[in-house]
């Protein structure tokens, strides 16, 4: 693998890439950074394929903007748009986890023309999110959501302590081998950066602030792209009722792998499934 940073417009973002061939851009959620796409670079190299993970903006060696706003959706699909551009394609593979698969989701509703298929793990579409927060199972399990929402309060809580809350709120939520320490090392020192932790909770002060929880679901497009949906069933976050939502919003080609008792961190708990799932259905879209 090679690490470079690339101009991607309104910011320059730092990815780590390997292998040549068609382009796969694989987007990672919070509070992670490329690394957590160890696995699945090599593994995509091997099938030949062009692989490539960014440190998403805010996060890791890339720019990180200041407003809170500068982390709105919009602006994070021109970032993939950009990024797409900068490396010389029209088109790309976008395989997204988490706050990634937002980010895959929303582009390949508004932009679809340079999505050539849509990956999505452990991450609701945008619309279905807004939706299911309106309903106490999900309510329940988005508690953090408005606990980010407080400038410094959330920062605290989740650093004090050599970052004891993030450790539970993250690494504790999936078998031990998901994260070795060597690996928990490298996302808390990405997270330790000056201006990295908030950057990242903007994320969710920029696109869930508190008065979205009461007013009707934003309005997206049918997805029309191919896409798969890889769904871990262990998922301490997501309640099901995402993924059924989820499935409604796909009009084009889908293909829903279910994972059941994997925790929400699942190409880092299952690296091999993963993998294997992701090579299979990019061969066919190829």
């Given at each position: ?181 060597d690996d928990r ?49 262990g998922d301490a ?50």
């Open positions: 693998m090679s690490r470079r940073r690339v101009d991607c417009g309104e910011v320059a973002l730092a990815v780590d890439e390997a292998g040549d061939g068609d382009l796969v851009v694989l987007l990672h959620g919070f509070p992670e950074i490329a690394h957590s796409w160890r696995h699945q670079l090599p593994a995509l190299a091997a099938a030949g394929f062009h692989a490539v993970a960014p440190d998403l903006r805010g996060y890791g060696d890339s720019d990180r903007p200041e407003a809170v706003e500068a982390y709105a959706l919009p602006r994070l699909v021109g970032d993939l748009v950009g990024l797409i551009r900068a490396l010389g394609h029209e088109r790309a593979h976008v395989v997204g986890h988490d706050w990634g698969g937002s980010v895959g989701w929303a582009t390949a509703s508004r932009v679809p023309e340079v999505v050539s298929s849509l990956t999505i793990l452990n991450s609701p579409h945008p619309v279905a999110s807004a939706e299911a927060r309106q309903i106490p199972e999900q309510q329940q399990k988005s508690w953090y959501m408005l606990l980010f929402q407080f400038p410094g309060v959330a920062e605290e809580w989740l650093s004090r302590d050599d970052f004891a809350n993030l450790r539970t709120f993250v690494f504790d939520t999936a078998p031990p081998e998901a994260f070795p320490a090392a490298t996302f808390v020192r990405a997270l330790s950066a000056p201006g990295a932790l908030t950057a990242a909770l903007n994320y969710y002060r920029a696109n869930i602030p508190p008065e979205s929880w009461l007013r009707p679901p934003p309005d997206l497009p049918p997805v029309t792209v191919p896409t798969m949906i890889v769904w871990a069933g976050y997501m309640s099901p009722i995402l993924l059924e939502r989820s499935i409604a919003k796909v009009s084009g080609p889908l293909r829903v792998e279910r994972l059941p008792g994997v925790s929400h961190w699942v190409q880092q708990e299952v690296p091999e499934t993963v993998s294997g799932l992701l090579v299979d259905w990019l061969r066919s879209r190829s």
